[in-house]
Structures are given as structure tokens and as C-alpha cells.
T-cell receptor, first 113, second 113 residues
Framework: DQQVKQNSPSLSVQEGRISILNCDYT??????FLWYKKYPAEGPTFLISISSIKDKNEDGRFTVFLNKSAKHLSLHIVPSQPGDSAVYFCAATATGGSYIPTFGRGTSLIVHP | ETGVTQTPRHLVMGMTNKKSLKCEQH?????MYWYKQSAKKPLELMFV???????ENNSVPSRFSPECPNSSHLFLHLHTLQPEDSALYLCASSSDRSNEKLFFGSGTQLSVL
């Protein structure tokens, strides 16, 4: 049973537009969420995170929104650039619980010039 | 450079071969991980070590044998692999506290013939 779900395996966006990547979770104990970005044949790299005490965290072109009641978070990239084309993984942890994150399946983002 | 180095980057082996993957981290982390990423599949956690002790073995076949001689080094010994074991093998490290991000290596792209 997947506790972290990324239901869209792929997303295609035009350069300059907004990319919205979604993530849902089922475990109500999760209270810290991370997004990782992965290029082909490379390891994932940390992108942005959010604690459950917040509903928004922004870092440059990247913003993560958290809706605790819906157990849903989203990553917004605006404006999208061709270099953003990668696989994006959502991950979640529970403070005081296991430090090992639970990952989603990933969403492949393609940004067209 | 993420501080986590994996060698080799690419490996081709026959089903009867024995090989080892190496991972080294210079980040002072206590926890080290092996993940497997197959094409179009999610990141699969294989093993976790914390302070050199194995804390997770995610039902991995015995043809994969991890070794953690110290908290900076992690190995994955491979023997009698199957073609379906072909994948990208990723090493990661983190502190053992919740809400800490993982630092991944670039991975070893393994092909089993």
C-alpha cells in the first residue's frame, strides 16, 4: 500500500508556463515533506521541503503548498524552463518516527521550448 | 558534488559474476542507504544502515549482500544476479534525525547479461 502517491506519471508543459506537480499521502503521522529532482542516470537531489506547521514554502521559482486536511501537497514551478525537465519525487517523514523517508513513484516533467 | 561518491558509474556483468558496488560519504552522516531504481518504477529502498548497523532489509534477495565497515563506507556485493536486476543502484546518506534530507550519489547503472 503506497503511503505517498504521485498519480501523474508524466507532465508536459510549455516553457514559461507554470508546472504543477501533485502528491497525496495517506499516513496522518507524516508531518515533513520533501521534493527531490532527478535527471537520467543521476541520483536525486533535494529541491524544497515543507513542515506541516506551514502551508506554503517558496524558494525562487519553486513553491510547495501543503493542504493538511486533504493530505495533499503540490510543487509549483513558475516560470518553467527546459532545464527543469526531470523526474520529481515527493517524499514524507514523521517527526519522532522513522527517519527513513517514504517516496512516491515520481512524475516525469517535460518542459518544451 | 553532493558529498556521496559511488563507483563504478557503469557495470556490465554476467549472471555468474561476482562484483561489488562502493559508496563513500564525507558528510559526517550516520545513516546510509541502498536504493534501486528500475525503469518506470519508484525508488525501492533496499537496505539502511545506522552507525554501521543494518536497520532495514526490505525483503531483498540474498544475491544482494550489503556491507558497512564504517559510517563513511557502504558496499553492495552482487553475485548470481538475474537480468531483471538490471537497474540504477543509488546510495544515499543522511543524519538519523527526522526531517533531514537525503544526499544521493550519482548511482551505478548495472546491466546483467
Amino acid at each position: 500500500d503506497q503511503q505517498v502517491k504521485q498519480n501523474s506519471p508524466s507532465l508536459s508543459v510549455q516553457e514559461g508556463r507554470i508546472s504543477i506537480l501533485n502528491c497525496d499521502y495517506t499516513n496522518s503521522m507524516f508531518d515533513y515533506f520533501l521534493w527531490y529532482k532527478k535527471y537520467p542516470a543521476e541520483g536525486p537531489t533535494f529541491l524544497i521541503s515543507i513542515s506541516s506547521i506551514k502551508d506554503k514554502n517558496e524558494d525562487g521559482r519553486f513553491t510547495v503548498f501543503l493542504n493538511k486536511s486533504a493530505k495533499h501537497l503540490s510543487l509549483h514551478i513558475v516560470p518553467s524552463q527546459p532545464g527543469d525537465s526531470a523526474v520529481y519525487f515527493c517524499a514524507a517523514t514523521a517527526t519522532g518516527g522513522s527517519y527513513i523517508p517514504t517516496f512516491g513513484r515520481g512524475t516525469s516533467l517535460i518542459v518544451h521550448p | 558534488e553532493t558529498g556521496v561518491t559511488q563507483t563504478p558509474r557503469h557495470l556490465v556483468m554476467g549472471m555468474t559474476n561476482k562484483k561489488s558496488l562502493k559508496c563513500e560519504q564525507h558528510l559526517g552522516h550516520n545513516a546510509m542507504y541502498w536504493y534501486k531504481q528500475s525503469a518506470k518504477k519508484p525508488l525501492e529502498l533496499m537496505f539502511v544502515y545506522n552507525f554501521k548497523e543494518q536497520t532495514e532489509n526490505n525483503s531483498v534477495p540474498s544475491r544482494f549482500s550489503p556491507e558497512c565497515p564504517n559510517s563513511s563506507h557502504l558496499f553492495l556485493h552482487l553475485h548470481t544476479l538475474q537480468p531483471e536486476d538490471s537497474a540504477l543502484y543509488l546510495c544515499a546518506s543522511s543524519s538519523d534525525r527526522s526531517n533531514e534530507k537525503l544526499f544521493f550519489g550519482s548511482g551505478t547503472q548495472l546491466s546483467v547479461l
